[in-house]
């Protein structure tokens, strides 16, 4: 009797305890951009959100706590705005061949999200959480043959947690990373070499090979950098200090999959296989 007793004591404690040893964040990132203050390009282009992408899905465990970032829906929602913004027509499909089977389609466009990396409140000393969304936009002509590819990385930050496990701060964090990205894309696209053929409304077309050796082949292994601010500037006031001056947020630090942590405002990279040019 009491053995049987101690066994019912036992099961709701001991369920606890597993319980509070594997503790789970779901990131949900959510939101709607601003209308793009922006002229869109006069061509009619596809863009590629594969299942997989619309699906995307992090997971990553740190200190007996498992985080799973739910990426793909929102990803599919900004990349649907952001390129009907951008060109004067844009329509969304699953899979390359079925966007190769669109009619009138001068360019191909398939954004990938590449890496997704953050920084909790806690592991920033409970000032702020911060998220870095590395992107890859792979650019085909209407073939399907690849024309470029960039690569587009997004930062943003959240709050500490004022109650609960930072769910909600970390999908702050991610959807300002988002929509720093987009914002980003929409300034400077139209600025790359790989946007001028659209901008006269001609089709993408491949470019042969050039020599090894030559001044083409030379030229086009020199990777561009485009500068500009982030959208997400906000300065982040640690409450428990009231007395001193806000301050922008401390430099997010690096992920531990990330070779160096970038600065606490860090500037647009979106760079392109071929020379851009940026004016």
Excluded: W
């Amino acid at each position: 009797m009491n053995q049987r007793r101690a066994m019912r004591l036992f099961s709701p404690l001991g369920a606890v305890l597993i319980l509070a040893g594997c503790q789970a964040v779901a990131v949900r990132p959510e939101g709607d951009l601003p209308k793009a203050l922006v002229v869109p390009t006069p061509a009619k282009v596809a863009v590629v959100v594969t299942p997989e992408a619309a699906n995307y899905t992090h997971k990553e465990s740190r200190a007996s706590v498992n985080y799973e970032a739910q990426l793909g829906p929102s990803h599919k929602h900004i990349v649907e705005e952001i390129f009907r913004a951008e060109f004067r027509e844009a329509k969304v499909f699953d899979d390359l061949d079925s966007a190769r089977k669109e009619p009138g389609v001068l360019a191909i466009f398939e954004p990938r999200i590449e890496q997704y990396s953050f920084a909790s409140a806690k592991e920033t000393g409970g000032a702020y959480c911060a998220v870095t969304i590395r992107y890859q936009i792979y650019i085909y002509a209407p073939d399907g043959q690849q024309v470029d590819m960039l690569t587009l990385t997004g930062y943003g930050s959240g709050p500490p947690p004022k109650i609960g496990n930072g769910e909600e701060e970390l999908a702050i964090a991610s959807y300002a990373a988002m929509r720093d990205a987009a914002a980003k894309f929409l300034t400077q696209f139209p600025q790359l070499d790989v946007a001028k053929p659209l901008l006269a409304s001609q089709a993408l077309t491949p470019k042969s090979a050039p020599e090894p050796g030559s001044a083409e082949a030379v030229a086009a292994a020199d990777v561009v950098t485009i500068e500009a601010l982030p959208i997400n500037v906000t300065p982040v006031v640690v409450a428990s200090k009231p007395e001193s001056t806000p301050a922008s947020s401390p430099s997010p630090p690096a992920a531990p999959d990330l070779p160096s942590p970038p600065p606490a405002q860090p500037p647009s990279q979106m760079t392109s296989r071929q020379p851009a040019s940026l004016f």
